[in-house]
């Protein structure tokens, strides 16, 4: 089980991820991807300053803040990895703030 949290507050933004979607190659590998494209956009953007980043096997982590486009990229991401879960329970659990 993949375990993802993603919260915000005082225009901070934050997304984790722990685990591994065992048994099914298709969830980690999404989860990986979501983790990986988020580090790297939201990285190379002037706007957004990085707060702290973490990648290691079966861990990820990293907070940011950057005012309404950093809204925006937590607010994608969130909806991305709560998407994930619904679609798939078993291998993937979310626990955040996301707008619906």
Same mark, same amino acid.
């Given at each position: 089980?993949?375990?993802?949290?993603?919260?915000?507050?005082?225009?901070?933004?934050?997304?984790?991820?722990?685990?591994?979607?065992?048994?099914?190659?298709?969830?980690?590998?999404?989860?990986?991807?979501?983790?990986?494209?988020?580090?790297?956009?939201?990285?190379?953007?002037?706007?957004?300053?990085?707060?702290?980043?973490?990648?290691?096997? !079966?861990? #990820?982590? %990293?907070? &940011?803040?950057?005012?309404? /486009? =950093?809204?925006?990229? $937590? !607010?994608? #991401?969130? %909806?991305? &990895?709560?998407?994930?879960? /619904? =679609?798939?329970?078993? $291998?993937?659990? #979310?626990?955040?703030?996301?707008?619906?």
């Amino acid at each position: 089980m993949t375990y993802v949290t993603a919260k915000k507050e005082n225009g901070i933004y934050r997304i984790s991820a722990r685990g591994h979607a065992t048994g099914s190659p298709e969830c980690c590998a999404a989860v990986s991807a979501l983790a990986c494209t988020l580090a790297g956009y939201a990285g190379r953007d002037p706007e957004i300053k990085v707060l702290s980043k973490s990648v290691a096997p !079966g861990r #990820f982590g %990293f907070s &940011f803040s950057g005012g309404e /486009r =950093a809204r925006l990229i $937590f !607010g994608a #991401f969130a %909806f991305g &990895f709560c998407a994930l879960a /619904r =679609a798939f329970p078993l $291998f993937v659990s #979310f626990d955040g703030d996301v707008d619906q």
